[in-house]
Nanobody
Framework: VQLQACGGGLVQAGGSLRLSCVAS????????VGWFRQAPGKEREFVAS????????TYADSVNGRFIISRDNAKNTVYLQMASLKPEDTAVYYC???????????????WGQGTLVTVSS
């Protein structure tokens, strides 16, 4: 399984961005997906996750109410819509996938290369 995360960039505080995670795999609906982020000098942390058909989603407290995770299995893509961005959201964002739904754990087997999100104040 190969994952390609994209959509990062520079945005002002209060702005929005949409990240995409495109998977190169047959049977994408068999994989749960999570988004994680890592800021400079900090450990990787959970952001959001979505179950195989999107009927279950989980968010970190820090992004709940501002970020929305969704998926389109026909396009092998998971999205992370980010709104009301804050400077503390600045990080490299990674998507991860696994046949098991690990929710907030970093145990996912497959990881993308990351996309940088920079939020200026």
């Amino acid at each position: 399984v190969q994952l390609q995360a994209c959509g990062g960039g520079l945005v002002q505080a209060g702005g929005s961005l949409r990240l995409s995670c495109v998977a190169s795999v047959r049977g994408f609906s068999s994989y749960a997906v999570g988004w994680f982020r890592q800021a400079p000098g900090k450990e990787r942390e959970f952001v959001a996750s979505i179950s195989w058909y999107g009927d279950s989603t989980t968010y970190a407290d820090s992004v709940n109410g501002r970020f929305i995770i969704s998926r389109d299995n026909a396009k092998n893509t998971v999205y992370l819509q980010m709104a009301s961005l804050k400077p503390e959201d600045t990080a490299v964002y990674y998507c991860a996938a696994d046949r098991s739904y690990y929710v907030a754990s970093t145990t996912y087997l497959y990881w993308g290369q990351g996309t940088l999100v920079t939020v200026s104040s």
